[in-house]
């Protein structure tokens, strides 16, 4: 199995024992191969790209940077996935204004990284604004009315991306979050697009009541890229927010048995940590303690 980790590490991009005077010069000479470089010695693979970095970074995509990243690739053998803007961003926005721009600013990204060998595209269909309409207190029948209204401008704004960029649809592979788990599979059916599973989410509730092997055994035939981390399983009521992104082992992920189910499926797509480095090192262990032949 290939277990890879998240780019987006804040302790790299911003360190501690830098002065405040001295972080915008460490942002314009931030070096992004460099990080990836540490991050895949450390035994990761693929790397996950953050888009969101564009916001504060956009040197990062800048052609240098990507030929860099594709010198590093050459080099190296690592693989690239690529998580596309989520920060300030609602692709199922109902204003056409605030859609449009949503679907332009992942656009960038992918026109930037189309010089790298990306395995995959994350993409998260829906927003904020969605979220909070799917976890409102509203008569069922208005709440599924609306969501609906989210679900038909997503599918417009996934369908603008892949018609604007070229990105071949199987390569965008749209995230479990905070959104129905039902209106997800349609999305990602009618596109002919795949999928991203996040067991943290999934754990926590944030897709709605359905179990993780579940989960996995329906999204499987469309399934290349996992995001791994632990959390509290949800039963019944309230999501549990703010406690998944654990380490394994801290959390409810029956990582054993999960293991195995994909291994026995022939899953054969990544499993990237989005955690920090400490923490995805120490997510190794766990997996070298309890399935080692998992592990190159």
Known sequence: MRFGIMAMQIGALIPNDVAPAQIPAHIAGFDHA????????HGFNPVELGGDLVMFMPHLYAPPAIEALAALQAETGVRYTVHLPLWSVEPSALLEP?????????????????????????????????????RMSLPETGRQVILRLFQGRALGSLKA????????????????????????????????????????????GFSGPIGLFDAVD??????????????????????????????LGRGDLDLGAFLDHLHGAGYGGPLVFELTVPE????????????????P
């Not at 460099?34 to 010695?41: F, I, K, P, T, Y």
């Not at 721009?101 to 992942?106: L, R």
């Not at 995805?280 to 592990?295: G, K, N």
């Open 34 to 41: 460099a990080l990836v470089r540490r991050l895949h010695g």
């Open 98 to 134: 605030i859609r449009r721009g949503s679907v332009e600013s992942m656009a960038q990204v992918v026109r930037a990284t189309q010089g790298l060998d990306v395995e995959a595209y994350v993409v998260h269909a829906t927003g904020s604004l969605a979220a909070e309409f799917y």
């Open 161 to 204: 991306l892949v018609g604007e960029t070229g990105v071949a649809p199987r390569k965008l592979a749209v995230e479990t979050i905070e959104f129905p788990f039902e209106m997800t599979m349609e999305l990602v059916e009618t596109l002919d697009l795949s999928y991203c599973l996040d067991t943290g989410h999934i754990l926590s």
């Open 218 to 247: 329906r999204l499987l035939p469309r399934l290349i890229n996992i995001h791994l981390h632990d959390s509290p399983r949800w039963t019944s009521g309230d999501i549990v927010y703010g406690k998944d992104h654990q380490a």
């Open 280 to 295: 995805a090192v120490a997510s190794l262990e766990v997996v070298r303690q309890i399935r080692p032949q998992y592990l």
